[in-house]
């Protein structure tokens, strides 16, 4: 089984939640770029202070912070049997970042979540009102104009790797079609 996976997918598609559920039945770390940005804004590090205003207008930080911040992540022990990427990379620049540190097999599978956009909307806005800073409307927008244009270029970077996966449905329905993909 692929053990060294990315999860792709627009905002609100529910890798985080697919990606965790993964990592703890097979037993490697879940990577989550925009977790760990998250909690150095809380800590208020350097890192955090400059992604913060960028995260709340729905931007991408810049390549280079989070290149550096995965690179550390994944030189850790933990990531040496496998890891699931998500959130990162994020466009090609940080994909030709990652190749560069770790070689073309970085990623042996990549799991693309399709979901309907107006679905997509309804589940940012639920979650707006659970406190995500970015799940304001205007920023929901934003962050899917980031996600179409560079992001998504992505797709055709790990052609050869990618298996689509329907991710409308319940967590447990989802989690099944995940863990069939994956064999
Ligand atoms: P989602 O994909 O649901 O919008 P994430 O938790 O993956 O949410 O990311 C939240 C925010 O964190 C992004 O909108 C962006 O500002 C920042 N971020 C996360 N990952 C990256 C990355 N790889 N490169 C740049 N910015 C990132």
């Given at each position: 089984?692929?053990?060294?996976?990315?999860?792709?997918?627009?905002?609100?598609?529910?890798?985080?939640?697919?990606?965790?559920?993964?990592?703890?039945?097979?037993?490697?770390?879940?990577?989550?770029?925009?977790?760990?940005?998250?909690?150095?804004?809380?800590?208020?590090?350097?890192?955090?202070?400059?992604?913060?205003?960028?995260m709340?207008?729905?931007?991408?930080?810049?390549?280079?912070?989070?290149?550096?911040?995965?690179?550390?992540?994944?030189?850790?022990?933990?990531?040496?049997?496998?890891?699931?990427?998500?959130?990162?990379?994020?466009?090609?620049?940080?994909?030709?970042?990652?190749?560069?540190?770790?070689?073309?097999?970085?990623?042996?599978?990549?799991?693309?979540?399709?979901?309907?956009e107006?679905?997509?909307?309804?589940?940012?806005?639920?979650?707006?009102?659970?406190?995500?800073?970015?799940?304001?409307e205007?920023?929901?927008?934003?962050?899917?104009?980031?996600?179409?244009?560079?992001?998504?270029?992505?797709?055709?970077?790990?052609?050869?790797?990618?298996?689509?996966?329907?991710?409308?449905?319940?967590?447990?329905?989802?989690?099944?079609?995940?863990?069939?993909?994956?064999g």
């Amino acid at each position: 089984m692929a053990r060294r996976i990315l999860f792709l997918g627009p905002p609100g598609a529910g890798k985080g939640t697919q990606a965790q559920l993964l990592a703890d039945a097979i037993g490697i770390p879940h990577i989550s770029s925009g977790a760990m940005l998250r909690e150095a804004v809380a800590d208020g590090t350097e890192l955090g202070k400059k992604a913060e205003s960028i995260m709340a207008a729905g931007d991408l930080v810049p390549d280079d912070l989070v290149v550096a911040m995965i690179e550390e992540r994944l030189a850790k022990d933990d990531a040496r049997a496998g890891y699931i990427l998500d959130g990162f990379p994020r466009n090609v620049v940080q994909a030709k970042a990652l190749q560069a540190a770790l070689g073309d097999d970085a990623i042996d599978a990549m799991l693309l979540f399709d979901v309907g956009e107006d679905e997509l909307v309804d589940r940012l806005l639920g979650r707006a009102e659970e406190g995500r800073a970015d799940d304001a409307e205007e920023t929901i927008r934003r962050r899917f104009d980031v996600y179409r244009g560079e992001t998504e270029p992505l797709i055709e970077a790990y052609a050869d790797r990618v298996i689509a996966v329907d991710g409308t449905g319940s967590v447990d329905e989802v989690f099944d079609r995940v863990q069939g993909a994956l064999g």
